[in-house]
Nanobody, 123 residues
Framework: QVQLVESGGGLVQAGGSLRLSCAASGRSFSNYAMGWFRQAPGKEREFVAAINWSGGRLYYVDSVKGRFTISRDNAKNTVYLQMNSLKPEDTAVYYC????????????????WGQGTQVTVSS
């Protein structure tokens, strides 16, 4: 079974930056598109960004376009999310998962999720 370990979250002031990492194991990481999702208190988990297997296709939810950048290093089985110009509304637990390579790449494969990493943005 795939193992997903997210890290890099923390407390940051509005306008600040964080870089999240997701280390994956247990499957052929480089064969899969990967995505980042987030869940704020009292809200459903939502799609944030995705990247295809090669890194040549990137997808973002409108609210993070121009501020967040997703990338991957297949040699390290790791996907990253660089978050700049953070806003209080970005506060959430952030998760990564493999996603289906179709449409907007926003549908996670399976229902296994890691523990996530907390991002808190203060105003």
């Amino acid at each position: 079974q795939v193992q997903l370990v997210e890290s890099g979250g923390g407390l940051v002031q509005a306008g600040g930056s964080l870089r999240l990492s997701c280390a994956a194991s247990g499957r052929s990481f480089s064969n899969y598109a990967m995505g980042w999702f987030r869940q704020a208190p009292g809200k459903e988990r939502e799609f944030v960004a995705a990247i295809n297997w090669s890194g040549g296709r990137l997808y973002y939810v409108d609210s993070v376009k121009g501020r967040f950048t997703i990338s991957r290093d297949n040699a390290k089985n790791t996907v990253y999310l660089q978050m700049n110009s953070l806003k209080p509304e970005d506060t959430a637990v952030y998760y990564c998962n493999a996603v289906y390579s179709r449409g907007s790449y926003s549908t996670p494969i399976g229902d296994y999720w890691g523990q996530g990493t907390q991002v808190t943005v203060s105003s």
